[in-house]
């Protein structure tokens, strides 16, 4: 990065399983590749769509199944996102949500609007876990400015690394769909 001279980047490693020799197509065969790049960073919102927020649409269009590709990894294929953010840019927002199609049960624990609380529970469902507990937690900054703390307690404790992702979306959702409430 020292030498590139970016103050600010998005910076990428990939290893990739590479290709087989031609005429293949034994996977065991392909020679692995390993790619790494920096590019300035990009924000993907304007400065006015920033100070806003972004206008969030959740996409019909489902997210490539957990049982397709694990979801730690990352996925190259890029059309599920594609087709949910065109289909969110038609009806008039700025970004998408893709859903995974899983069904879970949630209750709601908690829900104060003056300690600008929501907890929820869940358990059950398409996904397995036994138990969690999640909370929301809205703390004023100044007038124009909250921050949004969340917590979770999840069994088993296994899955606590595959819902982080999951969680950090929702969060950043959350905090986006209220800008864009707060802006109407």
Do not use: C
Not at 39 to 61: F, H, T
Not at 75 to 103: C, I, P, R
Not at 152 to 171: D, L, S
Request: negative net charge; aromatic residues 8%; glycine residues 8%.
């Amino acid at each position: 990065m020292r030498l590139s001279g970016l103050r600010s980047a998005y910076v990428e490693m990939i290893a990739t399983r590479g290709q087989p020799p031609w005429g293949s197509r034994d996977p065991r065969q392909a020679v692995n590749q390993f790619y790494a790049f920096a590019v300035p960073y990009v924000w993907i919102a304007n400065d006015a769509q920033r100070e806003r927020g972004l206008n969030l649409v959740v996409s019909e269009v489902q997210r490539i199944p957990a049982s397709s590709v694990d979801p730690r990894a990352k996925n190259y294929h890029w059309n599920d996102l594609t087709m949910g953010l065109l289909g969110a840019l038609d009806a008039g927002g700025d970004t998408v949500v893709l859903t995974d199609g899983s069904k879970i049960i949630e209750d709601i624990v908690t829900l104060d609007d003056g300690l600008r609380r929501i907890q929820y529970r869940a358990g059950g469902g398409d996904l397995p876990i036994e138990d969690h507990l999640g909370t929301v937690d809205v703390f004023a900054i100044d007038d124009r400015r909250s921050l949004v703390a969340y917590s979770t307690e999840i069994e088993p404790a296994e899955m606590a690394e595959a819902f982080h992702a999951a969680i950090e979306e929702a969060v950043a959702a959350f905090r986006q769909s209220n800008a864009v409430a707060k802006a109407k």
